[in-house]
Structures are given as structure tokens and as C-alpha cells.
């Protein structure tokens, strides 16, 4: 018996040094009826039995399985998503990549939490990042593997009671979209679906530190890697004016990035993709202008 704490210590104090979430997923009915996925991030085990997602950052990666093959569906750096009008079928998320404070990214070694989404069902997805220093939360920063960790299991046998898990509410997320099946896949002659932007960095009101400036928003679909148009970004310093940059677009990870030709410092910043900068792969132009703001160091 003595065997049994010692391995649960041992594994415990593993995930301490590592830091790592852990994933896991429950469904439920969905109130409209429609298939659909919520996830939610949060930093430790002390904010979610609070309900307090975050941080921002993380690239999650919702994808299906059609034709033997794994299909991306919806990306996004926000903490909280929801994604519905889903078909029946099987499902997974990823975590790919994470953005440092800088915005730079690091790649992440994890395997794919895998789910089926039935008629009618929302699955919850909940990723928990534990034992990360504060430091690192107030930064911004996410250093992260993720797994799927059987944190039931081990409480069980150590004979603790699991807290109680606040599932993620469809109308407190930060992002919800409700898909277009009749525009699947996309570009087909049923897409009138508009691109939306999920998610962007820096978050607004957020701060980074000072040098030659990173920003991403990330979409809902792929885009038309030729229809960018860089003079319709905007990025504006409160003391340095109008910031001269270079835009370009990741299909790998459907963002657009702009990196600013100069080091910027210790002011604010307001950035703008304005209207019809971009168009999805069907030729439906980005609706409205997208704008945020956020301090440099």
C-alpha cells in the first residue's frame, strides 16, 4: 500500500516541475439543439474552481475526421471559444504553438484530446495549466506541454474528493461562432459566410515589452493568401505616429501578422485591420474593421 502514495507523490511532484494542463471533456445537451464545442483555458486549479479563464495566448486548434483525415475547423488565442451548427462525428483539440510576451512562438509538444460531438451535443472541452508561477501569468507567458491527464484516476485513489467543475457558459465566452454548414468546405459555391477574426495579440489592454512590435489576428477559415491588403492595417503609436511595418499572411495557421520596421517604447498603441483587408478563400471580404489597443514597455 505503501507503493501507491509514493508513485502518486512522484507524479504530483513531476507535474509541478514540468507545468503542464490538463484536458478533459463532458457533454452535455446543447440548449438549440445543434452540435457545438466550448473551451475554455485556465491557469491553475485556483482559478477555475473561481471561473476565471485565462491566460490569452495559446493556439487551440479544433479539427474533424473526414475521409481519414484530420480537418481544421476553428483557431483561435482566446482563453474562451464556442463553436456550434457542428455535424455529428469525431472531433479533437490541439495545442500547437503558444505566443511568448513578445509574440514570438514556441512550439508545444502535446497529444490531441480526441471526442465525438452527437447530435444535438455540446462537448465542454477544459484545459487546466498547473503549478505555473504567478510571475509568468501577470507576463503573459504560457509554458505549457499539453496532455491528457487522468487527474480523476488519481484522486480516487488517494482518496480525495474532485472539486466541481463551472462548465464553460455559451454566452460568457470571449468568441462564439455558429458555422455555415452549407459553406463546407470552404470556398464552395454555398460560402457567403464573411471571415471573422477570433482573436488578436497583443490582447487588448494588454502590454508588451519594448523593441519591434508583433500582431496577429487569427481567423475563423482560411484565407485568400493574395487578397491582403497592407496599407489597410493601421498601427498607430500615441507619441510616434503613424508605425511603418511589413504585413504578411500564415496559412499554416490562418493569421495575419504584422512586424513594425522600428523599435517602439514606452507608449501606448492602437492598431487597426480595417474592412476588406482580406477575403476567405470564396471571396467573401472581412465585414468590419477590427481594432485594439495596448502599452509598450
Known amino acids: 500500500m505503501r507503493g501507491k502514495p ?3 507523490l512522484a507524479v504530483l511532484l513531476s507535474l509541478q516541475l514540468t507545468g503542464c494542463f490538463s484536458v478533459r471533456t463532458q457533454s452535455q445537451k446543447a440548449a438549440a439543439g445543434e452540435g457545438g464545442v466550448a473551451l475554455v483555458v485556465y491557469a491553475d486549479d485556483a482559478a477555475r474552481r473561481a471561473g476565471r479563464p485565462g491566460p490569452e495566448g495559446v493556439l487551440s486548434e479544433l479539427e474533424r475526421r473526414e475521409g481519414g483525415r484530420w480537418q481544421p475547423v476553428f483557431r483561435s488565442l ?14 479533437r483539440v490541439r495545442f500547437p504553438v503558444r505566443l511568448d510576451a513578445a509574440g514570438n512562438l514556441v512550439p508545444l509538444s502535446q ?8 447530435p444535438g451535443d455540446l462537448v465542454q472541452v477544459e484545459a487546466v495549466l498547473e503549478h505555473l508561477p504567478v510571475a509568468l501569468v ?4 504560457v509554458v505549457v506541454a499539453v496532455v491528457a491527464v487522468a487527474l480523476s484516476k488519481w484522486l480516487k485513489e488517494a482518496d480525495l474528493p474532485e472539486p466541481p467543475v463551472p462548465p464553460p457558459a455559451l454566452w460568457d465566452v470571449a468568441f462564439h461562432l455558429t458555422l455555415d454548414l452549407a459553406a463546407q468546405p470552404w470556398g464552395g459555391t454555398g460560402d457567403r459566410q464573411a ?6 495579440f497583443p490582447v487588448a489592454g494588454g502590454e508588451v515589452p519594448a523593441g519591434r512590435l508583433k500582431l496577429m489576428w487569427v481567423f475563423s477559415e482560411p484565407l485568400q493568401p493574395t487578397s491582403l491588403e497592407p496599407e489597410k492595417i493601421l498601427v498607430v503609436g500615441e507619441r510616434s505616429g503613424v508605425l511603418a511595418g511589413v504585413a ?9 501578422v ?11 498603441v492602437y492598431a487597426t485591420l480595417a474592412a476588406g483587408a482580406v477575403e476567405d478563400v470564396a471571396g467573401n471580404e472581412l465585414a468590419a474593421p477590427v481594432s485594439f489597443a ?3 514597455r
Request: aromatic content about 14%.
Open 6 to 8: 509514493q508513485r502518486l
Open 78 to 91: 482566446s482563453s474562451r471559444w464556442a463553436v456550434t451548427g457542428l455535424p455529428p462525428g469525431a472531433y
Open 111 to 118: 497529444k490531441p484530446r480526441k471526442f465525438r460531438v452527437a
Open 138 to 141: 501577470v507576463a503573459g507567458v
Open 195 to 200: 471571415p471573422q477574426v477570433t482573436s488578436h
Open 248 to 256: 504578411s499572411y500564415d496559412a499554416r495557421r490562418w493569421w495575419v
Open 258 to 268: 504584422w512586424e513594425s520596421r522600428q523599435a517602439v517604447s514606452g507608449e501606448k
Open 294 to 296: 495596448f502599452g509598450v
